[in-house]
Nanobody, 125 residues
Framework: QVQLVESGGGLVQAGGSLRLSCAASGRTFSSSGMGWFRQVPGKEREFVAGINRSGDMTYYADSVKGRFTISRDNAKTTVYLQMNSLKPEDTAVYYC??????????????????WGQGTQVTVSS
């Protein structure tokens, strides 16, 4: 079992940066792919970025490519999302999730079996 706790959200002006962290507990973190998703009210949760179990393969939604960077530290059982050049349309609740296959490139919610509680990111114009 994996428990995930996100942190680092907040209010930032457009063009600014934030770094989200997702701390994991449980033995299976190093074998899990990890993903970041986001959700705004009234819309489905959407894939933002993913990383495989070893951290050498990353995947991004087109909307964040070149601005966001996902990384992980297996020794600290933590996955990060560095968000630069933020836009108002990036405003959402951000969730991290664990992928039991280890790939981290799945773009559907159902492919992830553990989720954090989410952290709010608000980008003002």
């Amino acid at each position: 079992q994996v428990q995930l706790v996100e942190s680092g959200g907040g209010l930032v002006q457009a063009g600014g940066s934030l770094r989200l962290s997702c701390a994991a507990s449980g033995r299976t973190f190093s074998s899990s792919g990890m993903g970041w998703f986001r959700q705004v009210p009234g819309k489905e949760r959407e894939f933002v970025a993913g990383i495989n179990r070893s951290g050498d393969m990353t995947y991004y939604a087109d909307s964040v490519k070149g601005r966001f960077t996902i990384s992980r530290d297996n020794a600290k059982t933590t996955v990060y999302l560095q968000m630069n050049s933020l836009k108002p349309e990036d405003t959402a609740v951000y969730y991290c999730a664990a992928d039991p296959t280890g790939w981290g490139g799945w773009r559907r919610e159902n492919d992830y079996n553990y989720w954090g509680q989410g952290t709010q990111v608000t980008v003002s114009s």
